[in-house]
């Protein structure tokens, strides 16, 4: 029997760079939370959006039902955000991303869950780097592995799967379902916004 399979959004980060709330910016017309959790619904059957305090969603006309949370801490970074949607979702496993990633392949997360075995987490690397929100978590157990890290103040999110199975997942393996990689393309800034825009027109 296939285990349940989530997906928790952090979508209440700070968008220092790009000058305003990501989880609102138009990508191709459309909020780009919708456009994430369009892409997630594909594959995951539980939506967790995490919220920032007092952050105010978009409007998301036809987007698929999700469950909305407010992150319990309060400007502590996306570690902070999984703990929150973590003890919200009900799923054995999460996939968990974060709002500025319109171009999320759907392949990618089943992809993700297809090498779940008994792994703790499986996260891509990509350039060099784990990309932890873009990554799949056994639920239970790296909740628990969060808070303890999160207890010791330490806010990494990599930092806290240290001693925990994690499977990696290498630029090769990934192009089979994600030739260009364009799940792990955020838009940080307005220009990387427009620049994913026209990758995705073409």
């Given at each position: 029997?296939?285990?349940?399979?989530?997906?928790?959004?952090?979508?209440?980060?700070?968008?220092?760079?790009?000058?305003?709330?990501?989880?609102?910016?138009?990508?191709l017309g459309r909020p780009m939370l919708a456009v994430v959790?369009?892409?997630?619904?594909?594959?995951?059957?539980?939506?967790?959006?995490?919220?920032?305090?007092?952050?105010?969603?978009?409007?998301?006309?036809?987007?698929?039902?999700?469950?909305?949370?407010?992150?319990?801490?309060?400007?502590?970074?996306?570690?902070?955000?999984?703990?929150?949607?973590?003890?919200?979702?009900?799923?054995?496993?999460?996939?968990?991303?974060?709002?500025?990633?319109?171009?999320?392949?759907?392949?990618?997360?089943?992809?993700?869950?297809?090498?779940?075995?008994?792994?703790?987490?499986?996260?891509?690397?990509?350039?060099?780097?784990?990309?932890?929100?873009?990554?799949?978590?056994?639920?239970?157990?790296?909740?628990?592995?969060?808070?303890?890290?999160?207890?010791?103040?330490?806010?990494?999110?990599?930092?806290?799967?240290?001693?925990?199975?994690?499977?990696?997942?290498?630029?090769?393996?990934?192009?089979?379902?994600?030739?260009?990689?364009?799940?792990f393309r955020n838009a940080n800034t307005a220009a990387e916004?427009?620049?994913?825009?026209?990758?995705?027109?073409?």
């Amino acid at each position: 029997m296939a285990e349940a399979l989530g997906a928790v959004v952090v979508a209440g980060g700070r968008g220092r760079r790009f000058g305003s709330d990501k989880a609102a910016a138009l990508f191709l017309g459309r909020p780009m939370l919708a456009v994430v959790l369009d892409a997630l619904s594909e594959s995951c059957d539980e939506l967790v959006v995490v919220r920032a305090a007092g952050q105010a969603l978009p409007s998301l006309p036809g987007a698929p039902e999700f469950t909305l949370v407010e992150d319990e801490y309060e400007d502590q970074g996306p570690l902070a955000g999984l703990i929150t949607g973590f003890g919200v979702c009900q799923s054995d496993l999460v996939f968990a991303t974060s709002t500025d990633a319109p171009l999320l392949q759907p392949l990618l997360i089943q992809k993700l869950a297809d090498l779940a075995g008994r792994h703790d987490a499986v996260v891509p690397m990509v350039g060099g780097y784990l990309q932890p929100l873009s990554a799949l978590y056994r639920r239970q157990t790296c909740l628990s592995a969060f808070e303890a890290s999160f207890a010791r103040d330490n806010r990494r999110i990599v930092a806290a799967l240290e001693g925990l199975d994690v499977r990696t997942i290498n630029e090769t393996d990934l192009r089979t379902v994600d030739p260009g990689l364009l799940s792990f393309r955020n838009a940080n800034t307005a220009a990387e916004l427009e620049a994913l825009e026209r990758i995705a027109r073409s």
